[in-house]
């Protein structure tokens, strides 16, 4: 990935507490509502040949309850008869039934390889919708949760071909053409893969623009672009002005380009694959360095000028532009550097380190054409300082100070199904990976929108806590920032085998998770206590604590979608939709 920037996410350490003891289970009632659904939900079960972990990820796991962020404590479901139905929230004791705002024109009934239905909130007045059939509706709502001037009227509908569910929409102005970019996720047939699934991931990124023709404003189908990978994402958003792309996935998705862009990329991998022969070797001990360099057999030791500063060197042949230029990694004793011209036809030139000892990891700050050569003695060296990390046998000194790892000791919830997850950013323009970062062991946890105008908000694990990641796609400095931490929720989590989806309060006071059936945990932020509590192997005084707190549903149907807001956890389940007072509003 040539010109592509290799970021890394920093996290803020004043939002971390290494001295956090942990939940304390706390008794307290939680008010607990619940409403009860005319018609249920349109839940679609996986068919028979939707048999794979991608099919169970991108459908079987599938979030009903679709979370209105534009507006307070507003959310929708589809129901059975192809209605959206909706309720919104502003006194828990007096709650209204959902209400319908739209009816798919689509009998779903009539579809045997559908999908779920699947909503997103493009703008405060702005909707995409799809059928499950492969229908993408764009629909004008007015403003929502408001009954008066809530009127969803459809402006744009098209079959984009096989059924899909819409992952991200956004809704921008650029050149004073509105347009709506929506990201749609397929998991189809690969007759080519023999080894893997059989199955592939396409998102296909599809913009619709207003067009005016002779006072006539109508919605068409600006753009259509498709990315291709190997695993379901966690997280795909589009960016608000629709310039880029930001994925995390287990296995990395690719542009499918049309056949010139094809011929094109093939002679770039071509000239890009050739290998080349390095400019120039180094080797080094604690006190020196050796630079060598092939030189034309023309050369002669006139031709050759070398210029030596305490961080610099410039290495020129002839009047051609310099060979070697640049700041090296450390000073160096200038009017001690050296260089001839050995029989071979080679320069050497020696730099004797200003601070001996420490290793340079490169010669020339960021210049990747040197070979670095170590010799057998610094091999075995290093070799012999890692011998304690490994071992032919389990432990075989475990009297030791710095003992080998064992990957038997390490508890079930810190193993990590997929180690290799990365984030990626594309171009909308390139169509080419613009930033990746490689999460490692940063396993994805939910993905939350703080502010709906941003992209949404995930979060990782980072040891045992879960840390809040909110994109800025207008900062390329500082493109993802730390914004919140979730105490040893990383650690939390991994030991609810059954939980089903996460999620956590716009205002970061609480998270929370929900298993299969029943059971929904809420994990407050640390508070201030209003009495005196002491620790008792310390002796003393906790100045706060951060509580567990255990809803249990009166309901035997399984959980189809759960959403939270700094006041409430809505929980959905076929015929029932139950409201969770977490917090009091202010």
């Known amino acids: 990935m040539a010109g592509t920037a290799h970021c890394s996410l920093q996290a803020k350490r004043l939002l971390l507490d290494p001295k956090f003891e942990g939940y304390k289970l706390s008794l307290e009632p939680l008010a607990c509502y619940q409403l009860g659904l005319d018609v249920a939900v349109a839940e679609v079960k996986l068919r028979d040949d939707q048999y794979t972990l991608d099919h169970m990820r991108a459908f079987g796991m599938y979030n009903y309850l679709h979370l209105d962020s534009w507006y307070q404590d507003n959310v929708y479901y589809v129901d059975q008869f192809g209605r959206v139905m909706n309720l919104s929230v502003t006194l828990d004791t007096a709650l209204q039934k959902p209400r319908e705002v739209f009816r798919l024109p689509?009998?779903?009934?009539?579809?045997d390889n559908r999908l779920c239905a699947s909503i997103h909130f493009s703008s405060s007045t702005w909707v995409t919708l799809s059928d499950?059939?492969?229908?993408?509706?764009?629909?004008?709502?007015?403003k929502r949760g408001n009954t008066a001037s809530e009127k969803w009227e459809i402006v744009f509908n098209e079959e984009l071909g096989s059924p899909f569910i819409i992952a991200h929409s956004v809704s921008f102005v650029k050149s004073d053409t509105h347009s709506v970019a929506v990201l749609l996720l397929r998991v189809e047939k690969d007759e080519l893969d023999t080894k893997g699934s059989g199955f592939h991931i396409?998102?296909?990124?599809?913009?619709?623009?207003?067009?005016?023709?002779?006072g006539d404003h109508r919605y068409e189908i600006f753009k259509r672009r498709v990315l291709q990978g190997k695993s379901v994402p966690h997280y795909a958003a589009i960016e608000p002005s629709g310039d880029g792309?930001?994925?995390?996935?287990?296995?990395?998705?690719?542009?499918?380009?049309?056949?010139?862009?094809?011929?094109?990329?093939?002679?770039?991998?071509?000239?890009?694959n050739e290998k080349k022969d390095p400019l120039y070797y180094w080797q080094q001990t604690e006190d020196d360095v050796t630079i060598t360099v092939h030189i034309p057999q023309d050369i002669t030791k006139d031709d050759i000028k070398v210029r030596f500063s305490p961080d610099n060197i410039c290495v020129t042949l002839k009047d051609q532009p310099p060979l070697m230029e640049g700041k090296l990694y450390s000073s160096v004793d200038h009017e001690s550097c050296t260089w001839i011209i050995r029989e071979n036809k080679s320069l050497e030139i020696s730099?004797?380190?200003?601070?001996?000892?420490?290793?340079?990891p490169e010669l020339i700050v960021g210049d990747t054409r040197g070979e670095f050569i170590m010799d057998s003695s610094q091999c075995s060296e290093i070799s012999e300082s890692l011998m304690h990390l490994t071992s032919e046998v389990m432990n075989p000194n475990p009297e030791k100070e710095n003992p080998p790892c064992n990957a038997q000791e390490l508890e079930e919830c810190d193993a990590f199904l997929e180690d290799g997850a990365s984030l990626c950013r594309f171009d909308a323009d390139t169509l080419k990976v613009t930033h990746v970062i490689n999460l490692g062991s940063n396993q994805y946890l939910f993905s939350v929108v703080v502010d709906p105008r941003e992209m949404p908000c995930f979060c990782l694990r980072h040891d045992v806590d879960a840390l809040l990641w909110q994109?800025?796609?207008?900062?390329?400095?500082?493109?993802?920032?730390?914004?919140?931490?979730?105490?040893?929720?990383?650690?939390v989590q991994a030991s609810k085998q059954d939980k089903k989806f996460m999620a956590c309060a716009p205002d970061y006071s609480y998270a929370a998770l929900c298993e299969c059936l029943r059971r929904v945990f809420i994990y407050r932020q640390p508070t201030p206590l209003s009495t005196v509590l002491y620790n008792r192997k310390e002796g003393r005084q906790v100045g706060q604590v951060a509580k567990q707190l255990v809803a249990t549903l009166e309901a035997n149907d399984p959980i189809l979608g759960f959403q939270a807001t700094s006041e409430r956890l809505f929980v959905l389940t076929t015929k029932t939709l139950f409201l969770i007072k977490v917090n009091s509003g202010n």
Not at 471 to 491: C, K, R, V
């Open 351 to 360: 730099l004797i380190k200003k601070n001996e000892g420490p290793r340079w």
């Open 471 to 491: 994109p800025h796609s207008d900062q390329p400095e500082n493109m993802w920032e730390h914004i919140a931490t979730f105490n040893a929720l990383g650690y």
């Open 245 to 272: 792309l930001m994925i995390v996935s287990y296995k990395p998705f690719k542009f499918m380009q049309d056949e010139d862009d094809k011929l094109e990329e093939n002679d770039d991998s071509k000239a890009t």
């Open 132 to 142: 499950g059939t492969g229908r993408l509706y764009l629909i004008k709502s007015g």
């Open 202 to 214: 396409t998102l296909e990124w599809v913009t619709i623009a207003e067009i005016s023709k002779e």
């Open 106 to 111: 689509t009998d779903l009934t009539a579809y």
